[in-house]
Each structure stands twice: as structure tokens, then as C-alpha cells.
């Protein structure tokens, strides 16, 4: 079950943390796993250890926020595959701490031009190498869009966005066997969190730590890997009869945090 074999597979940010697990979790069930991301040494790494565990995979620098770029990246990759991708995970982001008076206007407009933009210019490149064959496009949402979060305006109006597209992608291609969903994580231990952290709390990064973790009812974060496994399953053909949902996976966080 679960298997990817003969399927393409894009998956943005997968130099590092959740790309990474979803990207090396793929090739693992059998996909041909494409990673784009601006982190050419984390990506290059990234392709290494798959290839070097027999599987496949291959890097693309690419700015998503760059439609130009996003079209050439997925047009090459699409050529090596007689026209068709089989599944997009748009999961390249990046996070932002502020208020909606403290966030200024060049911090609001990148992040809007990667976490919102830069999954519509995936969208819009990779879809109608879809439209024939079907797919499976995945989102990277967040809770941030589902409760309020402290400090996390821009951030929390961007995944918003992305639970939004999610729901429309859905509709208007569902008649092309495109199934389009979303996941979103609670707190995810990868390395943004440990630098963050250091950062941010020199000298209480275990203490910090630890009360981030306790925020989740289930009392830790979540590993890169157990948000991978969502998203094997969601992208695989046992999960055929699934579009436009958005799955929390938060450790108890929306529904139990009262």
C-alpha cells in the first residue's frame, strides 16, 4: 500500500524539515522526486542521501516567487516525463513573527510573494501538465489559519490564503481527476525551530523548547516524518476518493487547547 512507483513528484522546500521528510519518504515508496528549493547545498544533500539509498531524485534551484522560474523549472521536468506530473507539493514557506501594526510593508510583501504567490505559481505551472493524465496536488497549510495564534499575523493571513486555494483548486479541477488537499501542522521539530530558538532565547533554548512543546496536548512537537506520512497517504492512490480537505495535524491543538 501507500506505494508512488512510476509517479513524478515535485516537492518545493524539500532541501530541509518537512520537505525533506515528505521528499525523501516519496522516493522511498518508489517516486521519481523532484526537489525545488532556493538552498542548493540542503538540496543537492538532500537528493544525495536519497540517490545514495537507491531511490530517485534530483534538485532544481528555484524561487517559487518567481513565475518565470517556476515555469521553466516545472516545463524541464515535465519534458522527462512525456508531459505529465503526477503530484505537487507546495510546501516551501517561511515564517515571519509581528503584529498587524508591527509588520511592515516589506516584511508583508514577502512573505505574501512566497506563501501565497509562490504556491500559486506552482499551481499554475504544474496543473495543466495534469489535466490529461489526473493528479494530486497537496498544500502546506497551517493551524495558524484555523485559531488565532500570537505574533503571527502575516504568517496566519498567508496559510489562510493556501487553505482558501486549496478549496477552489479542488472544485474547478475535480473533472480532471485532480485531487487537491491541505495539511496543517501544529509545531514541527526541524531546524527553523532550533534557530529560532537560538536566536531568539540565547541561553533558554531547552526551557523555550520545552514550553513550545508543552503548547501541543499531546506534550512535544511533531517530527518532520509523521507529517510525511500524511502526506504519502494523501498523495497515493489508496486516498483517490479525497479532495478539498485540510487536515490538522497538531497533537490535540485546535480541538483540545480549552
Known sequence: MFRLDNKTAIIT???????????????????QVYVLDMDEKGGNATVQEIVDAGNKAAFYKCNVADQQNVKAVIGEIAAKHSGTIDILVNNAGIA??????????????RIVSVNIKGVYNCL??????????????LNMASI??????PDRFVYSTAKGAVAAMT????K?????NIRCNAISPARVHTPFVDGF?????????????????KTQPIGRMAKPEEIAYLALYLCSDEASFITGCDYPIDGGFVKLNN
Do not use: C, W
Open 96 to 109: 515571519h513573527v509581528g503584529q498587524a501594526d508591527n509588520t511592515s510593508e516589506e516584511d508583508f510583501d
Open 197 to 213: 530558538l537560538a536566536k531568539n532565547y540565547v541561553g533558554k533554548e531547552a526551557e523555550m523548547f520545552e514550553k513550545l512543546s
Open 144 to 149: 495558524a489559519a484555523m485559531v488565532g495564534i
Open 172 to 176: 474547478d479541477y475535480i473533472r480532471y
Open 167 to 170: 478549496l477552489s483548486v479542488a
Open 124 to 137: 499554475h505551472e504544474a496543473i495543466p501538465f495534469m489535466k490529461e493524465k489526473g493528479g494530486s496536488i
Open 13 to 31: 522546500g524539500g532541501g530541509s524539515g518537512i520537505g525533506k521528510a515528505i521528499t525523501t519518504v516519496f522516493a522511498k515508496q518508489g517516486a
